[in-house]
């Protein structure tokens, strides 16, 4: 099944012959003509790019800053295609987003595919049609690549591995061990979506509210808080375990405690719907476009104007402040009361991202 | 089973609880406080830096150079442990040699592990080990991870992406389009012994002669023909197909010919054994410690009095020449036959690296 993803900017035929090779098979990754056939068909011809193309065993670029930013992640998500989203789209935001979490600007990305045998070969090209889409859109590229099969029942349809690299442009360091007390703790929008979107996929729950991913590149918003001279302490994307055990891991990383306020952190009707039926707490639901953060209180109303004039930030607001506490998260409850808030001990939901 | 892999340098004990996690379960990769204790006690004080430690979602370090060069692969193979190494060694090796291929020195590294549940706690201990261990050997650091956990029965023990990062050191680049009519092609030493030791410890055949991986890095070698002022045209490790696919990959990136003759092309007499046993041929077999080096034929010589002082490539020696054709590998054989030699069409060894 394949939901609805938006459309897509590349022609839809899969290139590889269909008739011969309806599914992938342990030869595509054997590293032969038929490896090479994949790339050279599938691959190069959406991805396209100088670099990419010299098809050598990495990619070398002109880099012009004198400090680099470099993350990784694994997809391992399930299942590949979900509302709003694919695995493909979920890896370059993810890649984006984590450079930008460092105060870097995007600009090259590796792609590590590890395919099952058996997926369905028009599966592996929506989605690679996606990381296309993607990149174009987030002005990054694919540079250098990997593809290998492994036997059926040895993986699950496709991880994908992404790695990338940016070139830092924020001056000061952006970093946990910044945070102060009487810092401004701000979320860039509403909390909870892409887990429940994938969620529904994975359980074909249909909800009252159809819930879509917040999936999206973040670089340019958090571009233009640094662009304009904000001093931000720390920045940190949600993504699993959600806005509380990001925020829970920088008390614990910065020594300071942080305050939230529940009345003030935006949950959509479909995911508060989703969340009471379901027994779980949008605090701890993955998010792939939302992040936190943690700026001097007196900052705060600036860069919320510059959060609000994106539209993937537009409900972007404060909800809460660093204080003087030895660690820990305190969320204070509509009702009131006070909870604090851990790290969760065992899994909430598996294979998010 | 467990391989004699040389002595490890870091204490044996695994410091995870084994009594309670045995085995790596779901909660391991879920992002909460077992994803965290997993984290700080078994990865981060083998590879300690301070990068690492920061713990963010990704890592930022100084970089001095104009050029950057930029690697990715995953590594699917099995058996996890076999004669002379582990995935681990396995990933850092191929990763550096990789940058080394580019011209470049590798400088910092990325761990993507993807475990599926089940895993023996010591099996990832013992590797990890294996990484600390190549890492220090090979002066690199990894610097930035990702963690994630798999449902039983949807991965294979554990696959492994790393990529890597390196500033490029040789001001002229090396591309196969560099290749020219006369050039000579360099081995760096006898082939074949990667594919035959996993394909040993992956069926439990014992050989006449038991064969070790030639599993090693290379940087140190590459830079040291670079630093020597060599004008190399074009380098490539000997890696999934081996020498023969290696070579036909770059008359058909160059647009010229190759001739190697095959009385020159060392084999130990170990692989050799084997692969008349198995029927396989040596020159499409994986190597992950042997590469091939194009330069002028004036310089051949120089180069292999470099090569020949490294344990790793003193069995260097010319095994052909770039010739006017369009494309096409051709062997001499030993009994004064020419045969042109081509990709795979499917697989031959698969999920060797």
């Not at 061990?177 to 887990?195: E, P, T, Y």
């Not at 249909?206 to 931000?232: K, R, W, Y």
């Not at 920045?235 to 990383?253: F, H, K, N, P």
Request: hydrophobic residues 45%; glycine residues 10%.
């Amino acid at each position: 099944m394949s939901w609805p993803q938006g459309p897509l900017d590349f022609p839809i035929a899969c290139p590889l012959p269909l008739r011969d090779y309806p599914e992938i098979v342990m030869a595509h990754g054997a590293g032969g003509a038929m490896t090479l056939e994949l790339i050279e068909k599938m691959i190069l011809p959406v991805l396209t790019n100088d670099a990419l193309a010299e098809n050598h065993d990495g990619a070398v670029m002109d880099f012009r800053a004198k400090r680099l930013a470099f993350t990784t992640d694994s997809y391992v998500i399930h299942p590949l295609e979900f509302p709003g989203g694919n695995i493909g789209r979920l890896a370059v935001c993810g890649t984006v987003n984590d450079l930008a979490m460092c105060g870097a600007r995007p600009q090259h990305l590796s792609l590590g595919l590890i395919i099952e045998e058996g997926l369905p070969t028009p599966t592996l090209w929506r989605i690679i049609q996606s990381i296309g889409q993607t990149c174009r859109a987030a002005q990054v590229q694919v540079v250098t690549g990997d593809t290998k099969v492994v036997d059926r029942g040895k993986g699950d349809g496709l991880f994908i591995n992404m790695s990338g690299v940016g070139a830092v442009v924020s001056s000061r360091p952006i970093s946990p061990k910044r945070i102060k007390v009487g810092d401004a703790v701000l979320l860039s929008g509403d909390i909870g979506r892409h887990g429940i979107a994938v969620l529904s996929a994975r359980e074909g729950i249909g909800f009252e509210t159809a819930v879509s991913t917040d999936c999206a590149p973040l670089h340019n918003i958090a571009l233009a808080l640094l662009e304009a001279g904000l001093d931000i302490h720390c920045m940190r994307d949600l993504t699993r375990g959600g806005l509380a055990s990001a925020l829970v891991e920088l008390t614990m990383a910065s020594g300071n405690g942080i305050d939230i306020c529940e009345a003030a952190i935006p949950v959509s009707n479909g995911v508060r719907g989703a969340c009471e039926l379901l027994g779980l707490d949008p605090l701890y639901i993955a998010n792939e476009g939302r992040f936190a953060i943690i700026l001097p209180a007196a900052q705060a109303s600036s860069a919320l104007e510059i959060l609000r004039r994106f539209p993937a930030a537009q409900q972007s607001c404060q909800i809460g402040e660093v204080v003087k506490r030895d660690g820990g998260l305190i969320l204070e409850t509509i009702v009131g009361s006070r909870r604090q808030l851990d790290l969760l001990s065992a899994e909430h939901l598996p294979r998010i991202c």
